[in-house]
C-alpha cells in the first residue's frame, strides 16, 4: 500500500479557454432542446427520483492527509440529498441509466473554490468509479449529437472513431449503462474524478454500512429507497481515496479506476438519511448542486472536473438557477 502524496499535477492546455466556450454553447443547446420537451429543467441529470435530508458526521481522530476543509474538524453538518438518473431524458426508472447521488453538506464556512467564502461543500456522486471517456473533449461531441436524438448519438461515435473505434466505445457505454443496480441503498457511489483535500488529491466514496435494511417489497428502485428511509435512517460511510502517483492515480485520465488494492482508503464520516419528503423534494429540484460552489480545501482538479465548471454554470443559467 502506497502513501497519500503531494506531488500531484494538473495540466491544461494552451486552446483550453476555446474548448471549454464550446462546452457551455453543448450544454446550453442540449438543455434548450430537452426544456422545449419536457419543461425547465437541467441538462443531465435531469429526472429528480427522489430528495431528503439528514447529517453527515465528521470523524474525530482522523490522519493528517484528512484533515482539511470539511473534515479538518469533527462534527455534524445538516445536509440535503437528490437522487436522479443521469441523462438528460425523462424516462422509465427501468430502462438503463447512470444513477446520481448528489449531496449538499450545510453549516459549512471557508473560502469558496470560486473565490469569496461558501457556506456548504456539494459532492456529486454517480454509480461508477470512472468515466466512459478520459477528458471531455470526446464527451462534449457526443453529448452535442445527443442534442438531434439517440440515434444521432450513436452514429456519432462511428463517424469520429471509425468502425472498431465505435464499437469500443458503444461497448464502454453500454457498459457503464448496463451495469447492475441494486438500489441507491445497497451500492457505492463516487465522485469518478478527483478533487483537493488541502494539499492532497482524493476522490470521495460512499459505501452502505453493514446490512442493508430488509429488503423492499417493490423492484422499483424509487419505491425501494422510499421504503427503506420509512422504516428508518439509512446509513453510508463516506471514504476518501488518496493519489499516490500520476501512473496509478491519474489526475487528468478520469476514465481510470484508482485502484484500491494500492491507495489508502479513510473512512471519514457517516451519513444519515432521513425519509424522503415534499419539502426535501422541492428544495432539491430548486437547488444548484455544484462541486465548484464548494470549499477551496476541495476544489474540483482534472480537465473533466473544470469542464463540469462550464457545464455547470451554463445549466443553471438556463433554468435561471445562477
Known amino acids: ?60 481522530g482522523l490522519p493528517e492527509p484528512a484533515r482539511h476543509g470539511l473534515f479538518a474538524m469533527p462534527g455534524a453538518h445538516r445536509v440535503l440529498a437528490r437522487f436522479s438518473n443521469g441523462g438528460p431524458e425523462v424516462q422509465s426508472d427501468r430502462l438503463p441509466d447512470i444513477r446520481g447521488f448528489a449531496l449538499k453538506v450545510l453549516d459549512v464556512v471557508g473560502p469558496s473554490a470560486l473565490g469569496g467564502t461558501t457556506d ?63 438500489g441507491f441503498a445497497a451500492e457505492r457511489f463516487n465522485t469518478a474524478a478527483p478533487l483537493s ?12 454500512v453493514g446490512s442493508p435494511p430488509p429488503a423492499a417489497r417493490s423492484k422499483d428502485i424509487v419505491a425501494d429507497l422510499r421504503e427503506r428511509l420509512a422504516i428508518g435512517p439509512v446509513h453510508w460511510d463516506m471514504e476518501l481515496q488518496f493519489f499516490v502517483d500520476e501512473a496509478i492515480t491519474p489526475i487528468e485520465d478520469a476514465s ?31 437547488a444548484k448542486f455544484d462541486p465548484w460552489g464548494g470549499l477551496a480545501a476541495h476544489r474540483p482538479l482534472g480537465e473533466i472536473m473544470r469542464a463540469r465548471k ?13
Not at 461515435?157 to 457505454?173: C, D, N, P, Q, V
Not at 443559467?317 to 445562477?322: E, L
Request: with cysteine; glycine share 6%; aromatic share 8%.
Open 256 to 286: 481510470r479506476v484508482w485502484p484500491e488494492s494500492e491507495t489508502p482508503i479513510v473512512t471519514v464520516a457517516r451519513l444519515s438519511l432521513f425519509a424522503a419528503s415534499d419539502a426535501a423534494a422541492k428544495q432539491a429540484e430548486a
Open 310 to 322: 462550464a457545464a455547470y454554470f451554463a445549466s443553471q443559467q438556463g433554468r435561471a438557477a445562477a
Open 197 to 208: 483535500c488541502g494539499p492532497y488529491a482524493v476522490k470521495v466514496r460512499l459505501k452502505p
Open 120 to 182: 456548504h461543500q456539494d459532492f456529486l456522486m454517480i454509480n461508477q468509479d470512472r468515466l466512459h471517456t478520459r477528458d471531455s473533449a470526446e464527451l462534449v461531441e457526443f453529448m452535442a449529437a445527443t442534442t438531434h436524438g439517440p440515434a444521432s448519438d450513436l452514429l456519432h461515435l462511428f463517424k469520429a472513431h471509425g468502425l472498431g473505434g465505435g464499437w469500443s466505445r458503444l461497448r464502454t457505454l453500454f457498459a457503464a449503462l448496463g451495469k447492475k443496480f441494486n
Open 1 to 60: 500500500m502506497r502513501q497519500p502524496s503531494t506531488e500531484w499535477r494538473e495540466r491544461i492546455a494552451a486552446d483550453e479557454d476555446a474548448h471549454l466556450k464550446r462546452v457551455a454553447e453543448v450544454i446550453g443547446a442540449l438543455q434548450r432542446n430537452r426544456s422545449a420537451k419536457y419543461g425547465q429543467g437541467r441538462a443531465l441529470h435531469r429526472k429528480q427520483l427522489l430528495a431528503t435530508t439528514g447529517t453527515l458526521e465528521v470523524l474525530d
